[in-house]
């Protein structure tokens, strides 16, 4: 009797998982289903065509978007992993006069809603360096907006490596800044990925910042190019749907590769 | 990485034998300390604290984002007597009550897959999928849901309930389409924290409470709730924030705010009067109001932190 009823409780849990799945994935499977229809397969509900895949690249520059997005992706994270790993040694393992405020201060950065300050932000970078439809502008505001987590992960990564290490590298003459090249980063590069993961997917799917600060056709990203697809006058589902996949790819792929440095990553500010 | 032979709290060797060569090699190692942390230290200043102080300072003006004058607390009195403000709050509170429903529903869903029934690591692959996906591309997605011609009203018909209504039009059900969205965007996120809570919890206190007979549910309300505080108050200050602050792109995709200003939020608020209306310095009071409910949230959570671990 036991064993029986123990075996039916596990099945009940198999099948409210599996309806879950089916919830999670159905966006998925909408997206793609959708996008082998074309405009009017899709109003009719039947029959299937590449013609929506094709529209897509006639209405809207995906290659170029894609590379625009890779551009202010790959130059984001790389400014966000230069600040964060030379802060975090610096807070983690040399210090100075105020580093300890100077590392509380950066923190508190994680608590500013970009909106709090996006309008000023905006202006300065509009006015002062008439920056706005060219990629450092957007990079920069990503770099500023990523950094103080990233910042945070890598001191708290630092702080895990013993000092001695420091200490001793010191002692037969090396710099502290060959410190950092051939120990530290060497021995951070767990960390380095979780950064980069995290950050790769953030900006890659921002909408506001490209929004804003890449405006005209030639820099957008793709992501904005969806949105101003969804926008626009004529919608084409099937089109959007597709448009929709191609942007979603890269993350998606990402994803798939680095699951495991995007969990540690997310679930690190529980265990500290 | 442990040596047995070394005392626990490291001795500075260089400081005993030669103090001065200590204090020089210090000198030093503050001096590269500083050079190393003014790259994030720079960043910071000039992109989140300086524009922190002047949203601060044209909050309190009128502002074209070219000329301001001074206006004193005119935009918050303004705001304040805003009837648009308050429906924006209104869709706040709204996005704060789904929020325990955005941990509540995972925690369970958690619960299950920590069973390890069969396949339990695809389905958590499968569940944490959504995270690498843009809010835009969730938000077409949605449309489809919620649309007239859209998934749901086809589902009600199946069910026999026929309303045909165009639930992202509707005063409220706008909304509350962006709040069901929303909860099926975090629920990968919230699943994941869990489940890395639950392999930390101790599986004989399971195991004892099965042998005294006590049911899954019972177990889950009085073993798994209480021991996962921890991960529970950190996966609320988390949907929390991402509710108030990072959808932006999913009401500007989904409905624009709309219809009026059924499904602006405070984030949004500020996006529409800075950048649709023009008011830079009524939009950054709003912001101001965002940051200030968002830093009362983040504060109150390091407090309770700070009494837990003492």
Known sequence: MRPTRRRLTRLVMFAILCVVAVIML??????????????????????????????????????????????????????????????????????????????????????????????????????????????????????????????????????????????????????????????????????????????????WDDLLVGLLFLQTPD?????????????????????????????????????????????????MGVNK | MTNPAAPLDSPKPLAAVRPRAHQRLSRSRRRAGILFALPVVVLEFLLLAVPLGQAFYYSFTRWDGITSSWVGLGNYQRLFADPNFWRVI???????????????????????????????????????????????????????????????????????????????????????????????????????????GMATLDREVYEAARVDGASAFTTFRKITIPMLMRFVQFSFILTLITAFTALFSLIFIMTGGGPGFGSTTLEFYVYQQGFKVGSFGYAAAIGIVLFAVVFTISIAQLRLFRSRLD
């Open chain 1, 26 to 203: 159905f966006p998925f499977v909408l997206m793609i289903l959708t996008s082998l229809r074309s405009r009017d397969q899709y109003i009719a509900g039947s029959g299937f065509s590449l013609a929506s895949w094709q529209n897509l690249f006639v209405q809207m520059p995906v290659l170029a978007q894609l590379w625009n997005s890779t551009v202010v992706t790959v130059g984001g994270v790389l400014l966000i992993l230069v600040v964060s790993t030379t802060g975090g040694y610096a807070f983690a393992k040399l210090g100075f006069r105020g580093s300890g405020l100077a590392f509380v201060a950066i923190l508190s950065g994680m608590m500013i809603p970009i909106q709090s300050i996006i309008i000023p932000v905006y202006v300065d970078i509009a006015r002062v360096v008439h920056g706005v439809n060219q990629f450092p502008s957007a990079i920069v505001v990503y770099a500023a907006i990523g950094s103080p987590f990233a910042t945070y992960l890598m001191t708290t990564y630092y702080r895990s490596i013993p000092t001695e290490l420091v200490e001793a590298s010191v002692m037969d003459g090396a710099s502290y800044w060959q410190i950092f090249r051939k120990v530290m980063l060497p021995l951070s590069v767990p960390a380095i990925t979780t950064v980069a993961v995290l950050q790769v997917i953030q900006i």
């Open chain 1, 219 to 267: 820099v957008r990203t793709i992501t904005v190019g969806l949105a101003v697809l969804q926008n626009g006058r004529v919608v084409n589902i099937p089109t959007l749907m597709a448009g929709s996949l191609v942007s979603a790819l890269p993350a998606i792929i990402v994803y798939l590769i680095f699951q495991r440095n995007l969990i540690r990553g997310l679930t």
């Open chain 2, 90 to 196: 209104l869709n706040n509170l709204i996005l704060l009550a789904a929020v325990p429903l955005a941990i509540l529903i995972p925690l369970l869903v958690a619960y299950l897959l920590n069973e390890h029934v069969l396949g339990w690591r695809f389905f958590r692959s499968v569940y944490f999928l959504p995270t690498a996906i843009s809010w835009v591309v969730i938000g077409m997605v949605a449309i489809r849901v919620f649309a007239l011609e859209g998934i749901l009203n086809a589902i009600l018909a199946g069910l026999g309930l026929d309303v045909q209504t165009d639930f992202l039009s509707g005063e409220y059900s706008a909304m509350l389409a962006v709040a069901i969205t929303f909860i099926w965007s975090v629920f990968g996120t919230n699943t994941i924290i869990f489940i890395t």
